[in-house]
């Protein structure tokens, strides 16, 4: 696994967050683990409880919203994935930056669970990648999030902001790389 602190966008700071980072890597061949590290003042953020029956729901960057973007190398479509401290999810798919995107049906509910106390909030989510994509080369991820207040502001981190206005999706994002997909070793008597 390997850590990326985020930040916050000039124009959205927030003080009730000391540290927000987040852990990534490959958990199995083809599944992704994100883990979103948040401390502070959380009774100063929106971070709802667990609910009963996380389901899949639009617009979850209008409050806190985890988020990962995912391309291929020198791919200008993307993915989109957001989670929340609910357990609510999105994915969508982008033909190039913001252009033509949808919501694939067809692709694995991510795995999410939270934890946490006063100071601190950790979600950990896992990403089936298989069947995303049938194109080649490495991935490019960048992260992100948006973090709501009481009041309804909202906080923009990531671990690059480009210049201007908060943007995840702008290309300038995608600056970390995953290493290549471990393969699983064959079993005594396999060929690979």
Do not use: K
């Not at 390997?2 to 927030?14: D, E, F, G, V």
């Not at 391309?71 to 994915?91: K, L, S």
């Not at 080649?136 to 981190?157: D, F, H, K, M, R």
């Amino acid at each position: 696994m390997r850590t990326i602190p985020l930040s916050p966008h000039p124009a959205t700071p927030c003080p009730a967050v000391h540290q927000l980072s987040v852990d990534y890597g490959w958990q199995a061949p083809g599944h992704l683990l994100l883990r979103y590290r948040l401390r502070g003042a959380l009774a100063q953020l929106r971070l709802p409880p667990p609910g009963p029956a996380p389901t899949r729901r639009d617009e979850l960057w209008r409050s806190t919203c985890f988020e990962a973007f995912l391309r291929r190398d020198g791919n200008p479509g993307y993915w989109e994935v957001n989670f929340t401290p609910r357990g609510d999810w999105a994915i969508y798919r982008f033909d190039a930056y913001r252009q033509g995107m949808h919501a694939p049906q067809t692709v694995a509910a991510p795995a999410i669970a939270c934890t946490g106390d006063a100071g601190t909030h950790e979600l950990t989510a896992c990403l089936d990648l298989s069947g995303w994509d049938r194109e080649t080369g490495g991935w490019q991820l960048a992260v992100a999030a948006a973090l709501g207040t009481p009041s309804g502001e909202i906080s923009y981190w990531a671990a690059h902001h480009p210049p201007g206005t908060p943007d995840f999706h702008a290309a300038a994002a995608f600056r970390l790389t995953l290493p290549p997909i471990p393969r699983p070793t064959p079993s005594s008597g396999e060929t690979p």
